[in-house]
């Protein structure tokens, strides 16, 4: 599966991104945060993106909120659908400060933000931009962020990205070896299937307020403890660089929005806490995604020109 962690460590394999500081400070975010984990071991291993099972459409409440049982369907149901949908456009951020893997973001008085993806998924094909710290793992400092599109197989990325040679304004196809940059940090879908799949109770979700969202009446879901540590677990196990170790966590919140659609369209986490090393590694970080467009044509389709990636010199 595509993930972050394959990003960190592609970054750390190829040392042609520079230095990167490394220095644990903590940072309060203003809504949200993102756990690290201290002794991680990035692999560049892609990983099978789980599958849900297909939930049948259900319907928003108008008023009010659903009883006990209506909860616990209309919630499971709207993660189930968003998990399997066939095409949908998605944005993701993720900002905060502390320790990330073996990289320190941020500080007390500028929380960084650690990636921001925007993108369109149809069935196996996808395209989408990244911003943030990330895009350093890729040798970019362009305001413009990275462009990946994959269709039908092939993966193409944007230029310039210098750490493999792609030094022009212009499209260019990235062979197999490169797959790897061509991967989404965070795959929208298949986080939802691990949420769907990770046996956390529905209980542990309670109704709040009603709130317009794409302008469809969504009924907004806050989770206890329990089930907010199964979010962050899964954004672990999808690949996040991030300590999902439940002790080390102080704070964690979660909340997410089903709609009048039957989908799932907003998923919010904040949590801090503070990884326990020989000099403690404090975290706070906050993850929005936001799912929208559901069975849309999202048109994806290959650059019309595209180049190959120059032969790497040999000395």
Request: with cysteine; charged share 10%; aromatic share 6%.
């Amino acid at each position: 599966m595509d993930k972050l962690l394959l990003l960190f460590g592609v970054a750390l394999l190829l040392a042609a991104c520079g230095p990167i500081t490394q220095a644990p400070t903590p940072i309060p975010v203003p809504t949200a945060t993102l756990p690290p984990t201290p002794t991680a071991t990035p692999t560049a291993t892609p990983t099978p993106v789980p599958t849900a099972t297909p939930a049948p459409p259900v319907s928003a409440p108008t008023s009010g909120v659903p009883g006990a049982s209506a909860t616990a369907d209309y919630l499971l149901s709207g993660v189930q659908r968003a998990s399997t949908a066939s095409s949908y456009r998605v944005e993701v951020s993720m900002s905060g400060s502390g320790s990330m893997g073996a990289v320190s973001l941020g500080s007390p008085q500028t929380p960084a933000q650690v990636m921001g993806m925007k993108g369109d998924f149809a069935e196996a094909d996808y395209r989408f931009t990244l911003t943030g710290f990330i895009t350093a793992l890729y040798g970019s400092n362009s305001a413009k962020g990275i462009h990946v599109v994959h269709v039908a197989g092939q993966d193409y990325i944007h230029g310039p990205v210098a750490m493999i040679g792609a030094l022009q304004d212009a499209w260019y196809r990235l062979p197999k070896a490169h797959a790897a940059l061509a991967s989404p940090p965070l795959y929208p879908a298949g986080l939802l299937a691990l949420v769907a799949q990770s046996g956390v109770s529905p209980a542990g979700f309670s109704p709040t307020a009603q709130e317009q969202v794409d302008s469809l009446t969504c009924q907004r879901f806050s989770g206890d403890r329990a089930a907010s540590l199964a979010i962050l677990k899964s954004l672990g196990d999808s690949g996040l660089p991030v300590d999902t170790t439940p002790a080390h966590i102080d704070r964690i919140a979660s909340d997410l929005w089903v709609c009048a659609d039957g989908y799932l369209h907003q998923v919010r986490l904040v949590f801090a806490g503070t990884t326990p090393m020989e000099k403690p590694l404090p975290f706070d970080f906050t993850i929005a995604m936001h799912m929208y467009d559901f069975a849309a044509d999202v048109g994806i389709a290959a650059p019309a020109t595209a180049r190959d990636l120059p032969a790497p010199s040999v000395p």
